[in-house]
């Protein structure tokens, strides 16, 4: 049986990026959320799930600092290989973050999540993953998420999923984030397949 890690690097290993059934050209959405947090620009932002997205590269000139984190190595190169010019600017993390982080890394302003809390189905992982947010996040920062919402489709890349609505993950943050906004968004992907997406921005007052 394969790892999770494989089944990742099996998949970016094999499908070029414009085939990934989570490929999206347009990142305004993103970008939504955050232009509702002052002065984001030239905060340090944490992917905990990066892919391949381009959402990385729209981020770059923007930001102070990119932590990218991913499972998969061979998402990791493939990103190292387009952004070779841009390394100073970028902090490299290859973990399940679902697992307490290892290596030391900055303290974030901001922490992005798009399409990645919704794999984890295990309890464990889930308080995790929610862990490894607050333990890096500032106090005064922010966290958005785009997850599959629960009206989404209940699988992706072959894996069950635990969407989410936006009570849901209030709960799993705790009273000391706060919901600045949230929104509902139909992706459609690369195969002309509608996603039922929830955006969400959450600030942490304490």
């Known amino acids: 049986m394969k ?70 190595n061979e998402a990791l190169n493939r990103v190292r290989q387009r952004l070779k010019e841009c390394s100073e600017k970028i902090v490299w993390l290859c973990q399940d973050i679902a697992q307490p982080i290892k290596e030391p890394i900055p303290e974030v302003d901001i922490w992005i999540d798009r399409a990645v809390l919704h794999f984890l189905t295990n309890e464990n992982d889930i308080k995790g993953y929610f862990e490894n947010l607050k333990s890096i996040l500032k106090i005064g920062g922010h966290a958005v998420f785009a997850e599959f919402s629960l009206i989404g489709a209940p699988k992706c890349a ?24 949230h929104f509902d968004y139909t992706y459609i992907n690369p195969f002309g397949d509608p996603r039922p997406y929830i955006y969400a921005l959450f600030k942490r007052e304490k």
Do not use: C, M
């Open 3 to 72: 790892s999770i890690s494989e089944h990742w690097d099996n998949i970016f290993s094999k499908t070029e990026d414009t085939k990934l059934g989570w490929y999206e050209k347009d990142t305004s959405q993103t970008f939504k959320l955050l232009d509702e947090i002052p002065d984001w620009e030239k905060a340090t932002v944490f992917l905990p799930g990066a892919g391949t997205s381009i959402l990385i590269e729209d981020l770059i000139p923007r930001v102070g600092k990119l932590i990218l984190n991913d499972i998969s």
């Open 158 to 181: 072959g894996l069950t999923l635990h969407r989410y609505s936006v009570n849901e993950l209030s709960t799993n943050l705790g009273s000391s984030f706060k919901l600045v906004s």
